[in-house]
């Protein structure tokens, strides 16, 4: 069990808490650690038992799920939500997925369906099923993208200018530790190995970003 996927199910119907125990402690990946029936008593199940994953049935109202995801998110950002219930308009989805969820899986989906986002979720991915619509499929991918500072965009530019540590510090008033840093950091949000990977990959990071940034706008 030490090396399953720890997973806390918030669900109010028992047969559906059997079923989901049964399937995934039997399995060789998944462990339920606990499960609580109601959203207002699921949060400090979270906190006590730190899962890897949250199992979440959305069959409260919206206004309360957004609520509840604000307040896991600053709880606890170790702790990703897969939203599980019957279908929701694509406009509260995207209210659940800006609030903080990190996928979304129909109780009529197939059990595999189930299977592949609770481990996609627990890897830090977002997960959307295939039947879900293009224009959402689409705001999760530009909301995906890295969010990246005025700054580090500058110093990818340059980077694929082809200058330098020290030479970038030059251009921007600025020390070559710093540029270090911040070269540290875009690694970091965008998965990039080295600088080789960056000068290849910079020009799309920085059109990903910019039409996340135009996306969040429009949302907002």
Not at 69 to 94: F, N
Not at 119 to 142: D, H, I, M, N, P
């Amino acid at each position: 069990m030490e090396n399953r996927t720890s997973v806390v199910v918030c669900e109010s119907e028992p047969v559906a808490i059997a079923g989901l125990r049964s399937y995934l402690n039997e399995s060789m990946e998944f462990a339920l650690i606990g499960h609580a029936g109601a959203i207002s008593a699921v949060l400090v199940l979270v906190t006590e038992l730190r899962p890897d994953v949250l199992l979440l049935d959305h069959s409260s109202s919206i206004r309360s799920t957004l609520h509840f995801l604000s307040e896991l998110r600053a709880l606890t950002e170790a702790t990703p939500c897969l939203l599980w219930t019957r279908d929701v308009p694509d406009v509260d989805l995207v209210r659940a997925f800006r609030a903080g969820a990190k996928g979304y899986v129909r109780k009529a989906s197939p059990l595999s369906v189930l299977h592949d986002a609770l481990r996609a979720v627990s890897r830090g991915e977002t997960y959307l099923e295939e039947t879900s619509s293009a224009s959402l499929r689409q705001w999760t991918q530009r909301a995906g993208a890295p969010r990246l500072t005025p700054r580090e965009r500058e110093i990818i530019e340059l980077v694929l200018l082809g200058l330098k540590n020290r030479e970038i510090a030059e251009r921007l008033s600025i020390t070559p530790g710093t540029v270090k840093v911040h070269l540290m950091h875009v690694f970091e949000k965008t998965n990039v190995r080295d600088r080789y990977e960056l000068a290849v990959r910079g020009r799309r990071l920085l059109l990903e970003g910019a039409v996340a940034s135009v996306d969040v706008r429009k949302s907002a």
